[in-house]
């Protein structure tokens, strides 16, 4: 498992900067500090929350780590008989990391210098010109999102790292076009981008639909699940 998870890691970070450095490219988009209505929408934000998510966020981290050290060094005399120690101490590091990568993001967003904002054009006059657009969100969806496909794909499901590295990349490449539709100025790129987007979206839930049939063929007959679907 490791060796394949390493072996597809190196894909889905060279498909996801790829990604957001055409996007960068092509919109070109303005930080939100340096347009006056931007930046005064900015600084209004309600930062209190955020800190409160912020402690939350770190304890369940804290609670993760110490799940995963306990599970780690109650198992470490017996690990040449548990042939699936790693995947069962994968869960809990990956949620630790998912909770450290959000208290990161929640941290930035309760100070306004921190926080990766940029222009929202009124590309279309459909919408205010001079919102924020909040371009760290879609920063922490770009490493959290291929987390939560982990989990739920491999440690939930069972299905193998291939299976879900081509919903995982275009995830994250529909994700990425999402806020360059918001931050161009071009009403067409705008809702091109738009459309793409659910198009992607559709293709990778088909996939993911794909896990849960996979699952359900493959689980015994007995398994507990598959009595209550039943």
Request: hydrophobic fraction near 50%; charge should be neutral; aromatic fraction near 12%.
């Amino acid at each position: 498992m490791a060796a394949t998870l390493l072996g597809q890691l190196p894909l889905w970070i060279f498909a996801t900067l790829l990604t957001w450095a055409v996007c960068w490219f092509a919109v070109a988009p303005v930080y939100c500090q340096d347009e006056p209505t931007c930046a005064k929408q900015l600084k209004t934000y309600p930062r209190y929350y955020h800190l409160v998510s912020t402690a939350a966020l770190i304890a369940m981290c804290g609670h993760e780590v110490m799940g995963l050290i306990a599970t780690y060094m109650g198992a470490q005399q017996t690990q040449a008989l548990i042939p699936h120690l790693k995947s069962r101490c994968l869960p809990s590091f990956l949620l630790a990391l998912m909770f450290g990568v959000l208290a990161t993001a929640e941290r930035g967003f309760s100070r306004s210098e921190w926080t990766v904002a940029h222009v929202m054009p009124s590309a279309d006059g459909l919408t205010a010109a001079g919102r924020p657009v909040y371009t760290m969100q879609y920063m922490e969806w770009g490493i959290n999102v291929p987390i939560l496909f982990i989990l739920s794909g491999y440690c939930s499901l069972g299905r193998p790292i291939s299976e879900i590295s081509r919903p995982l990349v275009v995830t994250n490449i529909y994700v990425i076009f999402c806020w360059a539709a918001t931050a161009t100025d071009s009403g067409l790129l705008k809702w091109l981008l738009i459309a793409v987007s659910f198009a992607m979206y559709a293709w990778a839930s088909v996939d993911m639909l794909g896990w849960v049939s996979e699952f359900e063929r493959a689980a015994p007959r007995d398994f507990s699940s598959l009595q209550v679907a039943g």
